[in-house]
């Protein structure tokens, strides 16, 4: 008994100095994407209900494992939700990593890094839903995609160019001689997959609400090749 509350003490002493410590470092705000910034108004709040969190997660060994990414392209899953099924928020997520992606790539660099940039975005979206059974087939469209992107550029690639740097990420350069030949390739890519991703969604009509907003992001794409 004694070792018990021995052990219960120590426990209670380390979560408070997590607290401690925490209170005394600066807080800042996250943005989250379709939220409204908000100031923290309780410091030690947050604190614990992260801790909280840590150790709920930590304990739910039963959860699936995510899906495997590709290393070397710097592919990620945002963890979007827990849920399996076809789900509004993993949908908007994705469509999120498409746009927001996109809109990155075009700030950022210039237009013949685009096609790698694009390439490396539908590849991150692609990896989000993998291994969520019923965006299955959305899944195999994006990373299609990708790779067929992925094709373009290293058939006119400008092996001179250095290579366009945003953040950890690093992008090849198509040449300037085929841009108009590579965009055409690349629009008619996209075209495809538009089409087969409406396709894939059956005769579910639950499936074709989720599908058609992918589907309609990755048709967004096309801008960023023609801007």
């Given at each position: 008994m004694?070792g018990?509350?021995?052990c ?9 100095g997590?607290v ?9 705000a ?11 108004a ?5 604190v614990?209900e992260?801790?909280?969190?840590a150790?709920y997660?930590?304990?739910m060994?039963?959860e699936p494992?995510?899906?495997s ?6 592919e990620?899953d945002?963890k979007?939700s ?15 990593i498409?746009?927001?992606?996109s809109n ?7 237009p013949?890094y685009?096609f ?7 590849g ?9 059974p019923?965006y299955?087939?959305?899944a ?7 790779r067929?992107l ?15 740097a945003?953040?950890q ?8 001689a085929n841009?108009d030949q ?5 629009s008619?890519?996209?075209d ?13 009509e ?7 907003q ?5 048709g ?5 090749l023609?801007?």
């Open positions: 004694f018990n509350r021995f219960a003490g120590v426990a209670v002493a380390v979560l408070a997590q401690v410590t925490a209170a005394s470092v600066p807080a800042y996250v943005a989250v994407p379709g939220a409204q910034s908000l100031a923290p309780d410091p030690l709040g947050s614990l992260e801790l909280l969190l150790q997660s930590s304990s060994s039963s494992s995510g899906p990414y590709d290393v070397d392209r710097q990620r945002p979007l827990a849920s399996y099924d076809l789900d509004e928020r993993v949908t908007r997520g994705v469509i999120w498409i746009q927001n992606g990155e790539c075009r700030n950022s660099i210039r013949e685009r790698d940039c694009l390439r490396n975005v539908l991150r979206a692609a990896s989000t839903i993998e291994n969520r019923n299955r087939d959305a195999r469209e994006l990373r299609s995609l990708s067929k992925d094709g373009i550029v290293s058939k006119y690639q400008d092996r001179s160019a250095p290579r366009a945003v953040g990420r690093t992008y090849r350069a198509v040449s300037t841009l590579a965009r055409r390739e690349a008619e890519a996209i495809e997959s538009v089409t087969k991703l409406l396709r894939s969604a059956g005769n579910s639950k499936r074709k609400t989720h599908y058609s992918i589907a309609t992001a990755v967004s794409t096309k801008r960023l023609r801007s």
